[in-house]
């Protein structure tokens, strides 16, 4: 039986069904959005980039639209990647809660 891993998370987090923009190596390419929380997402993609790529994430709701700079943490080809966000602004972080306590209700 394998020891089970202690849940390290400081943030909650919430599944999200939306798609999103990713960008890296100047090229773009769509993801989904599985998972959102105030520290990053997860986002599946067949070909995501490897652990310490750069990325911006652009996520729509409702035509608005998030840019969020990002560093891919947990990349697992063929599902997707995780992302830790970067250099968030205030403002961004309220967006980003925003959401969590919408789509969480």
């Known amino acids: ?7 390290r998370r400081r943030f909650r987090r ?3 069904p ?6 890296c190596w100047g090229e773009g390419f769509r993801g989904r959005l599985r998972i959102l929380s105030e ?3 997860f986002i599946d993609t067949i ?6 790529t750069e990325v911006e994430v652009t996520v ?10 990002c560093v ?6 063929g599902s997707g990647m995780g992302v830790e966000f970067v250099g968030l602004r205030e ?9 969590i306590a919408r789509f969480n209700s």
């Open 72 to 77: 891919s943490r947990d990349h697992e080809p």
């Open 60 to 69: 729509e709701v409702e035509g608005e639209a998030i840019r969020l700079d």
């Open 91 to 99: 403002i961004e972080r309220g967006r980003i809660r925003e959401l």
């Open 47 to 52: 070909h995501p980039p490897l652990d310490g």
């Open 18 to 23: 939306l798609s999103v923009n990713v960008r």
């Open 14 to 16: 919430v599944v999200f």
């Open 39 to 41: 520290g990053g997402m």
């Open 1 to 7: 039986m394998l020891p089970q891993k202690s849940n």
